[in-house]
């Protein structure tokens, strides 16, 4: 097992880091979008964004190849975006528009997407992992080479859900990637008032697993770890444990109060956020502040016209409600 790993090993220049700021941007502006469409009630229902946490999804799904699967959080958008899903669907299925990923059935908790093995959000804190057993145990029978990567939160990991896929996948060596995205609050709770030791990583070794702690606001470093995990569980080496360290600079659900904050958290928070410090890296490798604000414009002007897509896209038809219910043979 190995701890922080303070600085990316791996080699990137301007070019790789700006297509990973542009992305980072894509799901910032999506979330902000969703945000507006929410108060507007435009978007019906529970959502919960995922703003200052887009390092995680980035860097780990630009470690995984087009075979992967993953499994995300009801804070998944982003994983959704990351992982190759179209803006405009996304968006769609949050307005209930029958082009939305799901048809507008699955809302902002139960987005999927088969076509690109984006194997869906759940609202069940935690079930996310032990689903990931399954194309993870149909890799090792069919040699395809796939792994299944999973991300939970810091509460998740507490549930059994989450322990019993640790030590299934690491009893048949599955080639699992499982990913905390460690924000420091489970909910409203933070994790140093429920746990003794809140390195989460450490709990990788009472199963066999390799665990490591990361920097989850740096996409390269996550990048970095998710994939020496990937490869090592595409070489038949089994699964392991990445904890990524982050903060959500909003509340839990919108609508949240956010009392549970300490004076000045947010304010921290957003000094040092994936946006703010991704900019920084790019000024210190030669580009200027106004080439990084052209590639954050292409990203906004990309979820505009996904917005005016989704919004002028049909409704789901209420008579159409029982289709979709068995999968076809």
């Known amino acids: 097992m190995r701890s922080t790993v303070s600085e990316p090993r791996e080699t990137f220049d301007a070019d790789d880091l700006r297509e990973l700021h542009r992305m980072m941007a894509v799901l910032r502006f999506l979330e902000e979008r969703v945000k507006e469409l929410r108060l507007a009630e435009e978007v019906r229902g529970s959502v919960?964004?995922?703003?200052?946490?887009?390092?995680?999804?980035?860097?780990?799904?630009?470690?995984?190849?087009?075979?992967?699967?993953?499994?995300?959080?009801?804070?998944?958008?982003?994983?959704?975006a990351a992982k190759g899903v179209p803006v405009v669907a996304i968006l769609a299925e949050l307005l209930g528009k029958e082009i939305g990923t799901n048809g507008g059935r699955g809302g902002s908790a139960y987005l999927s997407s088969a076509d690109h093995l984006f194997l869906g959000e759940n609202s069940i804190v935690g079930a996310g992992a032990p689903i990931a057993l399954g194309p993870a145990l149909a890799s090792r029978y069919d040699g395809s080479g796939r792994v299944s990567l999973t991300v939970f939160g810091d509460g998740a990991i507490n549930q059994g859900s989450v322990s019993e896929a640790f030590n299934f996948a690491a009893a048949f060596a599955l080639p699992v990637v499982f990913v905390c995205e460690n924000n420091g609050l489970s909910e409203l709770t933070r994790i140093d008032e429920m746990v003794a030791d809140d390195q989460l990583w450490r709990r990788a070794g009472g199963?066999?697993?390799?665990?490591?702690?990361?920097?989850?606001?740096d996409p390269v470093a996550v990048r970095t770890a998710?994939?020496?995990a990937v490869e090592r569980a595409r070489a038949g080496g089994g699964p392991s444990l990445v904890e990524a360290m982050t903060e959500r600079i909003a509340g839990h659900y919108i609508g949240d109060h956010e009392l549970y904050r300490r004076p000045g958290e947010v304010e921290a928070a957003l000094t040092r956020e994936p946006l703010v410090r991704s900019r920084q890296r790019l000024r210190e490798l030669g580009v200027s502040d106004a080439d990084v604000d052209d590639v954050e414009r292409g990203a906004r002007d990309e979820v505009d016209a996904a917005t005016a897509t989704a919004r002028d896209a049909e409704l789901s038809q209420s008579s159409t409600v029982r289709e979709h219910m068995y999968v076809d043979h």
């Open 226 to 228: 998710v994939r020496e």
């Open 48 to 80: 919960h964004l995922a703003l200052g946490q887009e390092a995680v999804a980035v860097g780990a799904c630009a470690a995984l190849a087009p075979i992967d699967t993953l499994t995300a959080t009801y804070r998944g958008h982003g994983w959704a």
């Open 207 to 217: 199963f066999g697993l390799p665990g490591v702690r990361i920097d989850g606001n």
